[in-house]
């Protein structure tokens, strides 16, 4: 299911497990950002903080785990580093732990693809990120619909069942019927 030697990871949540698969091959930066912080169980523990039906999941802020902060705006420690597979050179995040965008792959934010989420800003992307449940295809940084500009780095490769489980804990406003928790992510 996967293209070729990606890596794939295995997210267990409190409502069951899926398969991602990371684009190292399409969108190494911003794949290899994931890959550290999730090898690192940087998002063990982190919760859904958003969720909207027939949108997306989004998940990646450290506020939801330990309770300082509003969810939603926190990131990776700043100045923190990470290994790009693809050049194999190391990668430091900024000040404010955000990563550079990777507008480089015209990959459509289609159902089950992962993408970055930023606050609108160049170069605002850091750990969060989210998980298409419909076409959103106004959110792809080579569409001119909006703004947005929001970068395709993975997909989800097995257990769609449990992201429209995820799906329907959520609301129009986002909040979650539920806590729903990344329990662990590890390489498949």
């Given at each position: ?32 950002n994931w890959i550290g912080l999730a090898e690192s169980g940087f998002y ?30 926190g990131g990776p420690p700043g100045n923190s580093k990470f290994i790009n597979l ?103």
């Amino acid at each position: 299911m996967s293209e070729g030697k990606n890596p794939v990871y295995t997210c267990t949540t409190s409502e069951g497990k899926f398969q991602v698969e990371l684009f190292v091959n399409k969108m190494p930066y911003t794949a290899s950002n994931w890959i550290g912080l999730a090898e690192s169980g940087f998002y063990n523990g982190i919760l859904f903080h958003r969720v909207i039906p027939n949108f997306m999941l989004q998940f990646g802020c450290p506020y939801t785990k330990n309770g300082q902060g509003r969810p939603g705006t926190g990131g990776p420690p700043g100045n923190s580093k990470f290994i790009n597979l693809a050049t194999k050179k190391e990668e430091k995040r900024d000040s404010g732990g955000k990563i550079k965008d990777e507008l480089t792959a015209k990959i459509s934010n289609e159902i089950g693809t992962l993408s970055m989420a930023n606050t609108g800003r160049p170069n605002s992307g850091g750990s969060q990120f989210f998980i298409n449940v419909r076409h959103n295809s106004f959110l792809d940084f080579f569409d001119d619909q909006t703004k947005s500009k929001h970068p395709v780095f993975g997909r989800v490769v097995a257990g769609m069942d449990v992201i429209k489980a995820i799906e329907k804990l959520g609301s129009q406003n986002g909040s979650t019927k539920k806590e729903i928790k990344m329990i662990k992510i590890e390489k498949a």
